[in-house]
């Protein structure tokens, strides 16, 4: 139902899904009807976001659950699922920052959301059988991806039903919640997969090859696990949330005036969603082995750069009306130094977390789930189970958690110091600590005992967390100086974009260099490239000259 009468809003406007009278900085406006209604649709937002990050990064703890299941897959083919789901995720963002001025936010966020069930369910059945192949999880890893694509579209929405004054609370509600979808992922899954929720509809149990754990301890290899309920435990929140969000959520004809019809709406979303899987799909079959193969290697910087330029270019094929003019401007923003600076920037802080959080758990499966002897008489190194192994399912989620709980003290301190200087620090720390990990990645995979190294490793990732959320909320302060009100949303949609290849970027190269027995090298590529981003950052905003001091 749409309401007619902008100058007088009836009481029925307040309760209809296409809103035409919105004025959150009047004070009478807000307190008489706008704080109620925007706060329903953030409270909806948020377990929405939640389920986004979820879904997307389900990948890290399932491959773990799969290894130990017995799934006759290498270790490099189970991190390409995890990156697979990074790479789509990340394309997702690039239509997903555009949707709530052309589709309405309501319309946007229940499609979104609602979407996911696809590969929640294609996941839960798929994870039914060990004879399943490879590219069906590929397939699933890749539709997993449009959780992804939530983050760009949800504080895009939630930013306009705000006054200015409480849109940091608002915003720092949203986005810290939401982040916590990956912690959520992390403790949630090991947890289900020990019973069958779901009963005969779930199906059948398969027995552990090698011990397992959830939070609260091990479990011992030959237990029934149900490892499918990964997939089908999401529908528990989904299916609740696609209800409340159809009724419960407002489109915002202030914000979105030329929306159409609902179906249109979602039909819009549908295509140019469309466009970025299936560039990621023809980018990923370009470089996997398991594809046609021939970017594979070093031929994923070609790949990437390919991967974002199809998908601006498709959807501006696509696009008419307002979506083109709306991209023309997005476009125009790679005229100013700055995008390129804070894109740089943006990708130390949320590419770092986003990247490791899909890494982490199975590099603790392959670097301390094994020993590693060095065997003079073949001079390699041999690998075998080791008995005193540390579980991934019971340590993995304290990184992100303390990543995501840390994010609001960034943006508070560099309200104090600045953005800048904040980014500097933290940008330093990423350094040094990036460097140590290595070491000690390395020490442990040609040792014996790898597990006399993991409360080390453990700390330092935690270490590494700890700063990127910080600097989540340093750069996000950054931007909103260096960039004027129109620049500034389409900014944020292509800064987190890219920094969201960190999650397709980090599986890759950690689980390269597993397989060729150098995972430390990794980690002194990313800590080279933390100080190249020190450099660039004194550059820009600290040195004397500098374009903008502090921001």
């Known amino acids: 139902m749409q309401a007619s009468n902008a100058a007088a809003p009836s009481p029925a406007v307040t309760s209809s899904v296409d809103l035409v009278d919105w004025r959150p900085e009047d004070e009478a406006f807000w307190k008489e009807k706008g704080s109620r209604i925007a706060n329903r649709n953030l409270w909806i937002s948020i377990p929405s976001l939640l389920c986004g990050f979820a879904v997307w990064l389900m990948w890290g703890i399932i491959t773990v659950q799969m290894a130990n299941a017995g799934f006759p897959f290498t270790p490099d083919q189970l991190f390409s699922l995890a990156a697979i789901a990074g790479l789509s995720g990340a394309t997702t963002r690039i239509p997903a920052s555009f949707f709530i001025r052309i589709c309405g936010g309501r319309n946007t966020v229940w499609l979104t959301t609602a979407l996911l069930m696809v590969p929640a369910v294609g996941t839960g059945i798929a994870l039914q059988s060990l004879e399943t192949p490879l590219w069906v999880f590929q397939l699933m890893a890749l539709l997993s991806g449009m959780g992804g694509g939530n983050f760009a579209c949800s504080m895009a929405n939630i930013s306009t039903f705000f006054p200015k004054r409480l849109q940091g609370t608002a915003l720092g509600l949203n986005a810290g919640l939401g982040n916590f979808g990956v912690t959520t992922s992390q403790l949630l899954i090991p947890?289900?997969?020990?019973?069958?929720?779901?009963?005969?509809?779930?199906?059948?149990?398969?027995?552990?090859?090698?011990?397992?754990?959830?939070?609260?301890?091990?479990?011992?290899?030959?237990?029934?696990?149900?490892?499918?309920?990964?997939?089908?435990?999401?529908?528990?929140?989904?299916?609740?949330?696609?209800?409340?969000?159809?009724?419960?959520?407002?489109?915002?004809?202030?914000?979105?005036?030329?929306?159409?019809?609902?179906?249109?709406?979602?039909?819009?979303?549908?295509?140019?969603?469309?466009?970025?899987?299936?560039?990621?799909?023809?980018?990923?079959?370009?470089?996997?082995?398991?594809?046609?193969?021939?970017?594979?290697?070093?031929?994923?910087?070609?790949?990437?750069?390919?991967?974002?330029?199809?998908?601006?270019?498709?959807?501006?094929?696509?696009?008419?009306g307002e979506m083109k003019t709306n991209l023309d401007k997005q476009f125009a923003i790679f005229r100013n130094k700055h995008t390129w600076s804070m894109t740089a920037l943006y990708v130390v802080t949320f590419g770092s977390f986003i990247g490791f959080s899909m890494a982490l758990p199975l590099s603790i499966t392959v670097i301390f789930g094994n020993t590693h002897v060095f065997d003079p008489a073949t001079q390699a190194w041999v690998h075998a189970k080791n008995p005193n192994a540390p579980s991934a399912l019971m340590f993995a989620w304290i990184g992100p958690f303390v990543g995501a709980l840390i994010r609001p003290v960034g943006g508070w301190i560099s309200d104090k110091l600045g953005g800048s200087i904040v980014t500097q620090w933290i940008s330093i720390v990423l350094v040094i600590a990036s460097a140590v990990t290595g070491y000690v990645m390395f020490l442990a995979y040609h040792s014996a005992t790898p597990e006399e190294y993991f409360f080390m490793f453990m700390a330092l990732f935690v270490l590494l967390f700890a700063a990127s959320?910080?600097?989540?909320?340093?750069?996000?302060?950054?931007?909103?100086?260096?960039?004027?009100?129109?620049?500034?949303?389409?900014?944020?949609?292509?800064?987190?974009?890219?920094?969201?290849?960190g999650s397709f970027i980090a599986p890759v190269v950690i689980g390269g260099q597993i397989k060729a027995g150098t995972p430390e090298y990794a980690m002194y590529g990313f800590a080279v490239f933390y100080a190249l981003c020190v450099v660039l950052n004194w550059w820009f905003y600290l040195r004397k000259d500098a374009y903008i001091q502090n921001p």
Do not use: C, H
């Open 191 to 320: 947890a289900v997969m020990t019973m069958g929720v779901f009963g005969a509809l779930g199906g059948d149990a398969i027995p552990l090859v090698k011990d397992s754990a959830t939070l609260i301890g091990k479990i011992a290899a030959g237990t029934p696990t149900y490892v499918q309920n990964a997939g089908f435990v999401w529908l528990l929140l989904l299916v609740p949330l696609a209800v409340v969000g159809w009724f419960g959520m407002n489109n915002l004809l202030t914000v979105s005036p030329n929306i159409g019809s609902t179906g249109s709406a979602l039909g819009k979303i549908v295509l140019f969603y469309g466009i970025a899987l299936v560039v990621s799909a023809v980018g990923l079959y370009l470089y996997l082995p398991s594809g046609l193969g021939v970017l594979s290697g070093g031929g994923m910087w070609i790949m990437l750069p390919l991967v974002i330029l199809g998908t601006l270019y498709g959807m501006k094929f696509a696009a008419s």
């Open 469 to 501: 959320g910080i600097g989540n909320g340093s750069t996000f302060r950054t931007v909103g100086y260096v960039f004027d009100k129109d620049e500034r949303g389409p900014v944020l949609g292509w800064t987190s974009a890219v920094a969201a290849y």
